[in-house]
């Protein structure tokens, strides 16, 4: 699905709806001391008798698509989650 690379979009700061550009969002490296991630590899270890439990994990096979809107009046951003799984979203180059 193409979806168009500037939009009118509400903005938190200028309280109007602006134009603003979508990025795409890529997300950052999970902190291997954080809290959660501390407690799954806890719950990963502990078992019966030492045998790890694994749940067997399904992934979805499509992801709902996320972007990084900037606003082209204040340059604040926020982020957009198109709230549907698709395989694919383009920006639109036009
Ligand atoms: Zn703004």
Known sequence: ?????EQMLYCKKCNTHTEMK??????GKART???????NKRSQKDGYGGKAQFNAIVKKQTKK?????????????????????????ELSTA
């Open 65 to 89: 698509p996320t972007f990084v809107a900037e606003c082209s009046v204040c340059s604040s951003k926020r982020y957009i989650v198109i709230g549907k799984r698709m395989k694919k979203a």
């Open 1 to 5: 699905m193409e979806i168009p690379k």
């Open 33 to 39: 001391m954080a809290w959660g991630t501390r407690k």
């Open 22 to 27: 979508l990025k795409a969002f890529k997300p």
